[in-house]
Every structure is written in C-alpha cells, then in structure tokens.
C-alpha cells in the first residue's frame, strides 16, 4: 500500500537537504505518528485522504491536534515542530493552507531558553 507519509519522509526531506538529516526524518516520523494517534488511526494516510476529500477540515484538524499534544504535557517547541511536521505533509499533498486561517490555530507561546554562561564556569 502506497504511504503518503513515508514517500514524504524519504522525498521531500531529501529534497531539501541532500545530505539527508536522520534526526529531522525521525523527529518528522515521530511528529506524524502523534498525529495518527490524536484521532486514533493507524495511519496518517487515512487522515491526509478525508483532508483532501474535505471530510475533515484542516484547520480544526491541526487545532484539535495542537490540544491533544498540550493535553498530553508536550512540550511548546515539540507542538511547533510536530505542527510543522503536519502542515509541511500537508502541503506536499498539495493541500492549500491560507495563512490567515491558520493563525485561528491557537498555538502555544513559544518559549525561549537561555542559558547564561556563568552558571557553567
């Protein structure tokens, strides 16, 4: 069975950086089988296909996800890239994404961590 997911995460990544980058590849898969678990199914295909034959709308998908990783304690830079992971599959589908729209998405604050150097010496 054709993976739409799969044939992204070797593609589309590669496309991108020539080299490959294993820990994106992975972080993405990881980010994509979240995805499949908040609607528990056993394949982000399945979603992907009821997104392009308008059963499901993307922006209240995407919306309902970014709850489920909250609900579960993930963490606001897991939610921006696992988000990201979702939004790029999307558009590799040729699924049209208004920005706009998607600002009604409420993602979490993001969160900057600086370490001070003194702390350390």
């Given at each position: 069975?054709f993976?739409?997911?799969?044939?992204f995460?070797q593609?589309r990544?590669?496309?991108?950086?020539?080299n490959?980058?294993p820990?994106?590849?992975?972080?993405?898969?990881?980010?994509l089988d979240a995805?499949?678990?908040?609607?528990?199914v056993?394949?982000?295909?399945?979603l992907?296909?009821k997104?392009?034959?308008?059963e499901?709308?993307?922006?209240?998908t995407?919306d309902?996800?970014?709850?489920w990783l909250?609900?579960?304690?993930?963490?606001?830079k897991t939610?921006w890239?696992y988000?990201?992971?979702?939004?790029s599959?999307?558009?590799?589908?040729?699924?049209l994404?208004d920005?706009r729209?998607?600002?009604k998405?409420?993602?979490?604050?993001?969160?900057?961590?600086?370490?001070i150097?003194?702390?350390?010496?």
């Open positions: 069975m993976s739409w997911a799969s044939s995460l593609n990544l590669n496309e991108r950086r020539p490959g980058r820990a994106t590849r992975a972080t993405y898969a990881c980010g995805f499949a678990r908040c609607f528990d056993q394949s982000v295909d399945l992907i296909a997104i392009k034959s308008s499901l709308d993307a922006y209240n995407l309902k996800f970014v709850s909250a609900g579960n304690g993930a963490a606001p939610i890239i988000t990201g992971a979702v939004k599959l999307l558009e590799h589908e040729d699924v994404l920005k729209k998607l600002r998405v409420q993602m979490p604050a993001k969160v900057e961590i600086m370490l150097s003194s702390i350390f010496r």
